[in-house]
């Protein structure tokens, strides 16, 4: 079939209002400065990753296309779990709450989020100062590690997490309930054997706490500095009656 001459030109102005349309999207200011942001955010350093996250936020009251919207969200999301895990690494527990926190609120349902909250609100309450602080940051902790086993039932990151925290509010059935799940996931973690040792001990199982520090010394290397505290839970433990 022939098009007619009235038909080419509406072609042809499709095409180019389309190549426009694009092209005006690329080169758009929202456009730039995401691209500026998503440089930021490759940087390294923390101020670099912190200003990336304030040029995206202060774009997105800018913009009603919903692509770029989605672009914009995904990027805050990517940097701000970025941001956060650079602050996670060096202890700044409380900056790197305020940041996962816009994490969560775009993608609420994420579990890795999720966790790494727990783990800030579990070393908040550790270091809190007052008992009411403590408790508030603990109660935190327990709810998102709780809502990582509701989707993650066997997740051996958070229910080692939630052992600690019963060993330290002194439940230790409690504190075996989630290390034998964690251990049956990951059986060889030094971590979860270590709190494994730590709960047989708390329970008065001392035979079982000293297989478990045995298991440690085949696992460990010769010159891991842990061996040491591993031979002197087992003096501990080989002068119990």
Do not use: C, H
């Not at 305020?98 to 969560?104: G, T």
Request: charged residues 30%.
């Amino acid at each position: 079939m022939r098009l007619t001459p009235y038909l080419r030109w509406i072609g042809i102005f499709l095409l180019g209002g389309g190549i426009g349309f694009l092209l005006g999207v690329s080169q758009n200011p929202v456009t730039r400065a995401i691209r500026v942001a998503e440089k930021l955010a490759a940087s390294q350093k923390i101020e670099d990753k912190k200003a990336s996250l304030e040029r995206l936020t202060k774009q997105k009251d800018l913009i009603t296309l919903a692509t770029l919207n989605a672009r914009v969200e995904n990027a805050r999301r990517l940097v701000a779990l970025s941001l956060a895990d650079r602050l996670i690494a060096q202890k700044m527990w409380n900056e790197a709450a305020r940041y996962m926190e816009i994490a969560r609120d775009i993608t609420p349902g994420s579990t890795g989020i999720a966790y790494r909250e727990g783990l800030i609100y579990y070393n908040l309450a550790y270091t809190a100062v007052t008992p009411s602080e403590r408790d508030a940051y603990a109660k935190k902790a327990e709810e998102r590690l709780r809502f990582v086993l509701k989707q993650e039932p066997e997740n051996p990151d958070a229910l080692y997490l939630l052992t600690l925290m019963a060993l330290e509010s002194r439940d230790a059935k409690q504190a075996y309930e989630y290390i034998a799940r964690a251990y049956k996931v990951n059986p060889k973690n030094v971590d979860i054997l270590f709190a494994l040792a730590r709960v047989y001990y708390e329970l008065g199982e001392y035979e079982q706490a000293k297989k478990v520090y045995g298991r440690l010394q085949t696992l460990l290397p010769k010159n891991d500095s842990r061996l040491e505290t591993v031979e002197r839970n087992l003096d501990i433990l080989n002068q119990k009656p």
